[in-house]
């Protein structure tokens, strides 16, 4: 096995921050976030699951597509988009496993997403294994592990004084090339009861689903909804987002525009407002039904995947207690 | 969270007495989930009141959903009536709702509770509890428990002096630090019993001051922005504060404005039944009526 000490891995994220963006938890007032960080001194080595995913890295929040500008008549466009090569590092299985989800929609149906693409092509993701499940967490329901480096390009895994090394992809390997590993027979000090969860959450069928459609779970989960977006934006999966021309400059002759996309949440009240004013989905229970749909019915119906890989993350953050897992449930005793 | 199983014995009573007599369609209160957490419960059938719970985690200010059962769920049908379970902050923002005439008071039985203060995951009391004097809440059509004797404690705005005492450009920084966390999730907006309007200004398709970009400029506005909206209308909750993912202190820019509108106007909003909101009170020159 190939194994690092804590030493080598920080020289060598130092020497990676000077090559390319490099993103990592970081403690931001005491929170604990990926965010771009210059030296490994910044970076936290012992940490929870990040209260946001990595999703922005990949799929910003809000990213300039194009910029256009107007001379008289002579209209140009131009696209920006970063070059640099960017490493997510200490990334957690589930948030990888998040951009498979993704991938499933915005890059293995014609056409791709190019902007996603884009970003998911410059990406290295360099996981670091949990060591424990955390509050909320079900990823082994979800067909990953706190330690599944399937969807990664390096997956680290704690040991004495260090971390035992893999590669997973060939993206992975050329990373590693500047790292100084050791060959050492030492098992990472990890159980399988990290993996076990006390209670499995139960997935159900999309078709038993539909026959769902107008169950009374809705009104019960969704009467004490805000309305608020803070489970599609704390969300490794959610994809949602809606597009707008803001005005940069203006004077005569001549306009500077952006065209930005920026996440939407199904959950809020005007996500489904049409031109006219009309709303086709008005009320709460309505929203939550279509959130929990589209991760369990509609997109493995239509892209493949299930969409939800069970970080826990919508399950600690609402703050009225809906909680996917009790949802999941729910379905199932129906 | 602990139950004080004397006062949730009285809440089911009464609630059970009030759907069986049709006083009312629904009760909204708390009721503690699969893992313990205590969530807003809404309740239709009498046998149901089981679920009703009260201790200190019961955090949620309810009063924020009565703007959905304002409307009818039908044509032809009556709005319904709602029995609410409303601690002293609650029912702080009632008398706002009521005083802005958004709320139809006979469509509402107020379930109050003496109120020794909250604890948010079962934890520290909460900030608002503490620096708050009310133990009975400001109006109700029924009062469960004793309000504890307390000898009032007088607010120091020591939070607030340590902000307020920062150079300009320092507070700025404070403050667009801050932000920079802010998701722009609206929880704070969601969860606020004053937030009502059917199109948030900061959510508009033709919004000229904000876009729906969410970086730092946007929250800035937005978050100065909704606090003057709340200007003299805050009744200090402390609702958004909770909800935010990212642990903003927004407390810290609506007491910035209930100083302010208390210093000038000596109006601290729901303090007192159906109170005029401030901006109807004052004369032309601008000073109270």
Known sequence: MKYVTLKELKNWLNRLAQEVDLIAPRDVDGHVLYRPVASSDEILFDYERPELSAKEFIFPATEVLLRIEKRGTEVTQEEVLPERKQVIFGVRPCDAHGFAVIDALFLEQDPPDRYYAHHRERTTLVGIACPQMWEGCFCASMGGAPDDPTHLDVLLRAVEGGYVVEAVTEKGKVLLKGLETKNRDQKPGFSEKTRLLEQPVPVTEPARWRELFEDRIWMRHGERCLSCRICTYVCPTCRCFDVADRVIEERAGFTRIERIRAWDACTSTNYRRAAGGHNSRPTKPGRIRNRFFCKFCYYPEDFGPLGCVGCGRCVVSCPVDIDIREVMGDVAAR | ?289
């Open chain 2, 1 to 289: 969270m602990p139950i004080n199983e004397s006062l949730t014995q009285q809440i089911r009573d009464q609630a059970r007495q009030l759907l069986t007599e049709e006083r009312v369609d629904l009760i909204i209160g708390y009721e503690a989930g699969p893992t313990g957490r205590v969530r807003p419960a809404f309740i239709y059938d009498p046998a149901e009141v089981e679920r009703l719970i009260w201790g200190d985690g019961c955090v949620h200010n309810l009063i924020n959903y009565l703007h959905d059962k304002k409307h009818s769920p039908k044509r032809g049908v009556e709005p319904p009536r709602v029995g609410v379970v409303v601690k002293p902050c609650d029912s702080r923002s009632l008398n706002v709702l009521l005083a802005e005439q958004q709320i139809e008071r006979e469509r509402i039985f107020v379930i109050g509770l003496a109120c020794e203060g909250v604890r948010d995951g079962g934890g520290e009391l909460a900030a608002h509890c503490e620096r708050c004097t009310d133990r009975a809440p400001a109006l109700y059509d029924m009062l469960i428990g004793e309000p504890p004797q307390v000898s009032p404690v007088e607010d120091d705005w020591a939070d607030l002096d340590h902000i307020e005492e920062l150079p300009p450009a320092e507070r700025l920084s404070f403050w667009l630090r801050e932000f920079d966390r802010c998701i722009r999730c609206y929880a704070c907006r969601q969860a606020c019993p004053g937030c009502y309007c059917t199109t948030c200004m900061f959510e508009r398709d033709d919004g000229l001051w904000v876009d729906m970009g969410i970086e730092l400029s946007e929250k800035y506005v937005f978050h100065l922005g909704r606090a003057l909206h709340l200007a003299g209308r805050c009744a200090e909750c402390n609702e958004c504060e909770r909800v935010c993912p990212m642990g903003l202190p927004l407390s810290l820019l609506n007491r910035r404005l209930v100083r302010e509108v208390d210093a000038l106007y000596h109006h601290r909003a729901g303090r007192e039944e159906a109170l005029s909101p401030l901006l109807f009170e004052l004369g032309e020159d601008g000073s109270p009526m």
